[in-house]
């Protein structure tokens, strides 16, 4: 398959591309003010050359200047350079140049896609995006809805916010028009599926009762006595979800959390345990969110078998809507797709990565991308593995009816004549929003297309690098300084490109002591004030808390001779977080002077305690 | 008082200032691209010469700069060109050169202000604007809270969702602390005041009862059965209110929307009989929502009298949150201010804006303005009124102590050794946030202080261009084509920036008739499809109908000579909206150009007809 060079793509750790992106950025600044004079080219200048040599003229320039070198200064000190490969902190790399450029020439134009009179050609760029974002994740595209939003929290919120409206729906139809759901008991109204709860709604415009039922739904009426049934999710779920629950007036007392394997996945028999036992006690179920692509671990809940189980329970009378957050790791389902789009089968897969990357994915990876698809929505992130600028997030649906629920119209119709809603904000969580942001994400689309030879193979090399860093650990597992040994262990084989481990000194049994020693690593590593700029290596962080993840740890402790009595005494685990988010740490060559780097990094601050 | 040139602020209608604007955007970039190389400078190239050399780099860089060639001619086609005088549509001018600048810079930093270690610097960038804005609101700094949001709709959400979880609180702390709120009837505790609440929450904590009091909230529990109150908000709100009724789980039913007066402000006398109806049936008020700039007319509600009432109602045992939705009219207040950040008295404020604005402010206005202070939560948008670009909303609350009402963390705590929250996400709605939003703010606060030196004067001239539309509209309302006259009249005095009006034959009398007229040239001007540049001047539109302003359209309708049965036959007006968001209008010569322009374009739509 045809692919592009991951080498033109970015600006590059050293600037080395920047003539090009100099030129670019030039021809299209010029081009941006040509536009403005060709816009009733005969009207008068406003600002004139006398205007400009006014004393008052000069001097508010200059302050410009002053200000903006200011600002400049300040960048340079305090931010935080996620360009480098000495960078693998958070899920940050550097950012396509084509998107930076499409943004900043966009940003000039500073559309809004709230509403298609504020922004004709970027509203079509934003829904253009959402369908080859449906299209990557399975869904039809003629079907579906999709649109851009600030980022992932916002996608999460807006899933369970449909979830939430549609789990009513049932109820106030027997409300308004009770000959639609008649025979229905309160249980059986409860665990219609999202499918049939649309199709029902839609009898129900037909006869034009749609307003009185939205009226009748916990839209007009609030959240209902009782409330609308638990929320699940894995123990590795972001924060958002529990913010989430607070938001939408759900209670966080209805969030059910699952807990995870030692692969950090999602415990499968918990959920079929939990499910049982909902089912048992006639609780319904407002939505399960399984998560591609953990904030901490990056690791991949089985999606397949989760939407397995949807299936049976559905079929034994208990239905929900099954949203997958995939802000982080949804657009690696590009690596899966032929240059048609098609989700490819293992073997011809294997065929494609075979250069690249000859031990992934693996039948759980494969499986679980495969059956994201089976979903009814999903966040997915540009701004993380799409190597957009902030802000860019997802939201997509499986069936576009779903926006009927929250939309602010009387009637919902997407126009006719048009493709585009004339008010995008009526239908979404959000009000204003940049079109340069969907311009970013356009010509990032257009340059790298969402499948193996574009996205894919990108992505591709930055869990090759991943997968490197990981086996190196495994085969360099010990450091020595002032004459003391020190075992470094990863948590997992990491499902996508988080590599998430920690030291121990040989011998030590008490895991303060272990955690002190980690900390005081990453503390060399990444500084929380002063320039960053000197670091060596920014690494990130986390705990891994008892009352988080329940004793899901302990495994790994084992390895480094840290009994469970120190496990029950500190209940809390703190480790280092690597991101190969950079596609660049693939390369043989830039691998072996980062490796070797890392070590002798690693060993100065070992050094140091 | 020393003011900036607006002339030298902006790139210009014709990119007069395009070379200023160039050498700048040179200089920062070239200093980027250092910053990258000065990071370990040892370090390899990791793009060497020779893979640039490469076919597939250099095929890679042609297709890149084929999409973004194509992006600029998209761009061109589809834009809406509001950087000209003669885009009178929405809320937007040109942007300020510097935010345009300062943003394209961040941008390539692509610092993520979510979490302090993704943005040591600009999320100190961030809340520097908040506590900048919250001053200019007559906010106490030190005791406040601000920070960016994606939009106003976010930051009204924002608001919502903070009155609503404190609403909860004082029946909480009956089920976890009863002691603290000992001798309080059900409606007593509905009716704290919102300081008093944060104080028995602040004793709660220091008794170590925080966490069970927040679990026993909403925010644990979801909306209790019976709801948490009403929500008033006058009918020219922005739909975002209704969607927050919804979103965070309250229920559109509970959404009372008091009725407008004939200058569209908030009828404050309906407003004290609901709450007089509301507190004789003890039904608890969650908040009440003023708006000071409404997003159709622009109009400026009686803060002022709201807070008194508000005042009055406490003392009288019906308490609630004041939110006060500035998103538009919010930098205005800059303009009261003098070059210490007071209040200034009427008479100095009229000296200072003597030679620029003769007739404004009116006393409701001042008055309005001033007592914006006396509100609990305030949204303003830096996107709207402070000429930066999108996504730039804000949210400022009061008391900083609510943000303890939403956060994710068990016992908050701003991190004493900084400034900065370690994870802002935690404390707001949104999640991933640009640095590079919060850098476009602080440099346009930085050039252009907010006080009347500096926005002040710049929101004044387009309120003086406004104005100046405004008068001219009344002195010369009649229009000849094709031997016919038309009448144009204002629907009221503009109490900012927008004005909105209407055409009608001389003689007729059919509303029908008159709404087809405006409707016809409103598509003269502003053509949804196709290049918005061959447009001759753009003005946006809106319906006045009667279910949601009732009667108040009628007054106008009169002054045309459209009798009553009319309005009650069609019941909706369309009606013309300019809003005079760009500066350079109030320069004589400038404005005489383009009302010149402006008439001759309006005949030329009439004599179409």
């Given at each position: 398959?045809?692919?592009?060079?991951?080498?033109?793509?970015?600006?590059?750790?050293?600037?080395?591309?920047?003539?090009?992106?100099?030129?670019?950025?030039?021809?299209?600044?010029?081009?941006?003010?040509?536009?403005?004079?060709?816009?009733?080219?005969?009207?008068?200048?406003?600002?004139?050359?006398?205007?400009?040599?006014?004393?008052?003229?000069?001097?508010?320039?200059?302050?410009?200047?002053?200000?903006?070198?200011?600002?400049?200064?300040?960048?340079?000190?305090?931010?935080?350079?996620?360009?480098?490969?000495?960078?693998?902190?958070?899920?940050?790399?550097?950012?396509?140049?084509?998107?930076?450029?499409?943004?900043?020439?966009?940003?000039?134009?500073?559309?809004?896609?709230?509403?298609?009179?504020?922004?004709?050609?970027?509203?079509?760029?934003?829904?253009?995006?959402?369908?080859?974002?449906?299209?990557?994740?399975?869904?039809d595209p003629a079907q579906s809805w999709g649109h851009l939003t600030a980022g992932g929290t916002i996608a999460n919120y807006e899933g369970l916010w449909l979830a939430r409206n549609l789990k009513s729906i049932p109820h106030a139809l027997r409300r308004t028009v009770p000959e639609l759901v008649a025979g229905l008991d309160d249980w059986a109204l409860w665990n219609l599926s999202p499918a049939s709860i649309?199709?029902?709604?839609?009898?129900?415009?037909?006869?034009?009762?749609?307003?009185?039922?939205?009226?009748?739904?916990?839209?007009?009426?609030?959240?209902?006595?009782?409330?609308?049934?638990?929320?699940?999710?894995?123990?590795?779920?972001?924060?958002?979800?529990?913010?989430?629950?607070?938001?939408?007036?759900?209670?966080?007392?209805?969030?059910?959390?699952?807990?995870?394997?030692?692969?950090?996945?999602?415990?499968?028999?918990?959920?079929?345990?939990?499910?049982?036992?909902?089912?048992?006690?006639?609780?319904?179920?407002?939505?399960?969110?399984?998560?591609?692509?953990?904030?901490?671990?990056?690791?991949?809940?089985?999606?397949?078998?989760?939407?397995?189980?949807?299936?049976?329970?559905?079929?034994?009378?208990?239905?929900?809507?099954?949203?997958?957050?995939?802000?982080?790791?949804?657009?690696?389902?590009?690596?899966?797709?032929?240059?048609?789009?098609?989700?490819?089968?293992?073997?011809?897969?294997?065929?494609?990565?075979?250069?690249?990357?000859?031990?992934?994915?693996?039948?759980?990876?494969?499986?679980?991308?495969?059956?994201?698809?089976?979903?009814?929505?999903?966040?997915?992130?540009?701004?993380?593995?799409?190597?957009?600028?902030?802000?860019?997030?997802?939201?997509?649906?499986?069936?576009?009816?779903?926006?009927?629920?929250?939309?602010?119209?009387?009637?919902?119709?997407?126009?006719?004549?048009?493709?585009?809603?004339?008010?995008?904000?009526?239908?979404?969580?959000?009000?204003?929003?940049?079109?340069?942001?969907?311009?970013?994400?356009?010509?990032?689309?257009?340059?790298?297309?969402?499948?193996?030879?574009?996205?894919?193979?990108?992505?591709?090399?930055?869990?090759?690098?991943?997968?490197?860093?990981?086996?190196?650990?495994?085969?360099?597992?010990?450091?020595?300084?002032?004459?003391?040994?020190?075992?470094?262990?990863?948590?997992?084989?990491?499902?996508?490109?988080?590599?998430?481990?920690?030291?121990?000194?040989?011998?030590?049994?008490?895991?303060?002591?272990?955690?002190?020693?980690?900390?005081?690593?990453?503390?060399?590593?990444?500084?929380?004030?002063?320039?960053?700029?000197?670091?060596?290596?920014?690494?990130?962080?986390?705990s891994l808390e008892q009352k988080e993840y329940r004793d899901t740890p302990l495994a790994f402790l084992r390895r480094f001779g840290i009994p469970e009595e120190e496990w029950r005494r500190v209940g809390s685990v703190f480790v280092l977080r690597s991101c190969v988010v950079t596609p660049f740490l693939a390369r043989g060559a830039t691998f072996e002077t980062y490796w070797g780097t890392f070590r002798q990094?690693?060993?100065?601050?070992?050094?140091?305690l």
């Amino acid at each position: 398959m045809e692919h592009k060079a991951v080498n033109a793509l970015f600006l590059g750790p050293k600037s080395e591309n920047y003539p090009v992106f100099k030129q670019m950025l030039g021809y299209m600044m010029d081009d941006y003010a040509e536009w403005r004079r060709g816009f009733h080219p005969d009207d008068p200048l406003v600002i004139t050359p006398s205007d400009q040599e006014e004393e008052g003229f000069q001097a508010t320039v200059r302050e410009m200047r002053q200000v903006l070198v200011e600002l400049a200064g300040l960048l340079q000190m305090t931010s935080v350079p996620w360009f480098s490969p000495r960078y693998l902190g958070h899920m940050t790399a550097d950012t396509l140049m084509a998107a930076n450029l499409g943004y900043m020439l966009a940003l000039l134009y500073n559309q809004n896609n709230v509403a298609y009179e504020g922004s004709p050609g970027t509203t079509g760029l934003e829904l253009e995006t959402g369908r080859q974002l449906a299209a990557m994740m399975g869904y039809d595209p003629a079907q579906s809805w999709g649109h851009l939003t600030a980022g992932g929290t916002i996608a999460n919120y807006e899933g369970l916010w449909l979830a939430r409206n549609l789990k009513s729906i049932p109820h106030a139809l027997r409300r308004t028009v009770p000959e639609l759901v008649a025979g229905l008991d309160d249980w059986a109204l409860w665990n219609l599926s999202p499918a049939s709860i649309l199709d029902l709604l839609e009898q129900a415009k037909q006869m034009g009762c749609f307003e009185q039922v939205r009226a009748h739904s916990v839209r007009g009426q609030g959240i209902p006595a009782g409330g609308l049934g638990k929320v699940l999710v894995p123990q590795s779920k972001h924060y958002s979800w529990v913010k989430a629950m607070d938001l939408l007036g759900l209670g966080q007392e209805r969030l059910i959390q699952i807990p995870v394997q030692d692969d950090y996945r999602m415990d499968l028999e918990s959920l079929r345990v939990t499910l049982e036992a909902l089912l048992e006690s006639h609780t319904p179920v407002l939505a399960v969110v399984a998560v591609v692509g953990t904030t901490e671990e990056g690791a991949v809940d089985g999606v397949y078998r989760i939407a397995d189980l949807r299936d049976e329970f559905s079929k034994r009378g208990l239905s929900f809507w099954l949203h997958i957050d995939a802000a982080y790791g949804g657009y690696v389902r590009s690596a899966f797709l032929d240059a048609q789009g098609s989700f490819m089968d293992l073997p011809q897969m294997r065929e494609e990565l075979q250069e690249s990357l000859s031990d992934w994915p693996s039948d759980h990876i494969y499986q679980a991308y495969q059956a994201i698809s089976r979903s009814d929505s999903i966040t997915v992130d540009p701004h993380k593995l799409g190597y957009i600028p902030y802000p860019a997030g997802a939201f997509l649906a499986r069936d576009r009816r779903v926006v009927e629920l929250i939309s602010y119209f009387a009637a919902y119709v997407f126009e006719e004549a048009e493709d585009n809603p004339q008010l995008l904000g009526s239908y979404i969580l959000e009000g204003s929003k940049p079109g340069a942001a969907a311009a970013a994400v356009w010509v990032a689309h257009r340059l790298v297309p969402l499948h193996w030879g574009g996205y894919g193979r990108l992505i591709g090399s930055s869990i090759g690098g991943a997968r490197q860093f990981y086996r190196s650990l495994l085969e360099q597992p010990l450091f020595s300084a002032n004459g003391r040994n020190y075992l470094v262990l990863p948590l997992t084989e990491p499902d996508l490109n988080i590599v998430v481990y920690a030291f121990n000194e040989q011998g030590n049994a008490d895991l303060e002591v272990m955690n002190a020693l980690n900390q005081r690593i990453c503390e060399h590593g990444f500084r929380p004030t002063g320039p960053l700029l000197s670091s060596d290596f920014i690494l990130s962080k986390t705990s891994l808390e008892q009352k988080e993840y329940r004793d899901t740890p302990l495994a790994f402790l084992r390895r480094f001779g840290i009994p469970e009595e120190e496990w029950r005494r500190v209940g809390s685990v703190f480790v280092l977080r690597s991101c190969v988010v950079t596609p660049f740490l693939a390369r043989g060559a830039t691998f072996e002077t980062y490796w070797g780097t890392f070590r002798q990094s690693m060993t100065k601050a070992l050094e140091t305690l």
